[in-house]
């Protein structure tokens, strides 16, 4: 293996008039948790389906665990592991009869099978409800389960689509984990999130918007990089002085977080937070200060027209 899980040439892909995923260029390294950080309908979704093998670019290629794509992507079937955005299990069959399915597909031996199983179930703590249908099983429970499938034949490539869109914050923590676990056991990760936090705990990222990576990099030197400072407002009114603030030249950006207002400068300026206090005027019930960027405002400067390159 080259210093290379997958690259992808230009990935496009249309439906109809719309381009879902347009001339996405991607270099992902092996043992490395790569994140797809995007909002809805940005193309993350369609471009895993097209590193799997299962959608067919309509434009451009790419390699896959040394597979080309498009092309046969026979041999890609038994290397990678995906799970999907909507759980594809059968809600009427137990964890166990689920993940034995699972194991015949991919023609694990029947030898190896129960153990296989049984060394999933403790490592995704579902022990408990190995016999239980999945259909009455927690949203959180069910994820692990999906997970425990995505592994079971032991993949090298690791795809997951949105995996912690519906758990809480703690289940969330203890899958991310697992997958840290997963790279230690040599694998490597492609997941989507919409999640900062998640994207944060990615070796390496890439911003999709509309079909377009914006940007990649590791996260801190994104944050880093960021190619604005950032200025954060706290007081009364926050939409009056947003009202304010976004006309201006020297702003590039600004979002209502809570009761702050998180405010993206120009990087050329001196005291960016003087600057902010000027075009707010004399106002007392109103502080601001300069603070280190964070991955939200990655986000935002790399969605924002006059700051992305
Ligand atoms: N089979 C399809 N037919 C037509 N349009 C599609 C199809 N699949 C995806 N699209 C469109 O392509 C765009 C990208 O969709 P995609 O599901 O890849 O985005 P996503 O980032 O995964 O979104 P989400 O976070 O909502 O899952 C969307 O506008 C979607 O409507």
């Avoid at 914050?169 to 230690?184: A, G």
């Avoid at 809570?258 to 937070?273: I, Q």
Wanted: net charge negative.
């Amino acid at each position: 293996m080259t210093g290379t899980v997958v690259e992808t040439r230009g990935l496009t892909r249309r439906f109809g008039d719309k381009t879902a995923v347009d001339h996405v260029d991607l270099r992902i390294a092996p043992g490395e948790i790569y994140g797809f950080l995007g909002p809805n309908g940005s193309g993350k979704t369609t471009l895993m389906r097209m590193m799997t093998g299962l959608l067919t670019p309509s434009e451009g290629s790419a390699t896959v665990l040394g597979t080309d794509l498009p092309g046969n992507a026979e041999p890609l079937k038994q290397a990678i592991g995906y799970m999907t955005q909507n759980f594809s299990h059968y809600r009427d069959l137990t964890v166990r009869e689920n993940l034995g399915f699972v194991g015949n597909i991919y023609g694990v031996p029947r030898r190896d099978l129960s153990a296989r199983i049984d060394e999933l179930l403790v490592t995704y703590d579902l022990v408990g409800q190995a016999d239980q249908r999945v259909g009455g099983m927690s949203g959180g429970q069910r994820q692990k389960m999906a997970l425990a499938a995505a592994v079971l034949h032991r993949p090298k490539l690791l795809f997951l689509d949105e995996p912690t869109s519906a758990v809480d914050p703690e289940t969330r923590r203890n899958f991310w984990e697992q997958l840290f676990d997963l790279v230690d056991e040599g694998a490597s990760i492609i997941v989507s999130t919409h999640f900062m936090d998640e994207a944060e705990r990615c070796h390496r990222i890439a911003i999709l918007e509309r079909g377009v990576k914006r940007i990649d990099g590791a996260p801190p030197a994104l944050m880093r990089d960021l190619p604005a400072q950032v200025v954060e407002v706290t007081g009364r009114d926050m939409r009056g002085a947003k009202a304010r603030l976004d006309p201006a030249p020297e702003v590039l950006s600004t979002a209502q977080i809570g009761a702050r207002l998180r405010v993206l400068l120009r990087p050329d300026l001196d005291r960016p937070e003087a600057v902010v206090r000027t075009i707010l005027g004399a106002r007392e019930d109103v502080s601001a200060e300069q603070v280190d960027p964070n991955l939200e405002d990655v986000f935002v400067a790399a969605t924002t027209p006059e700051l992305a390159a």
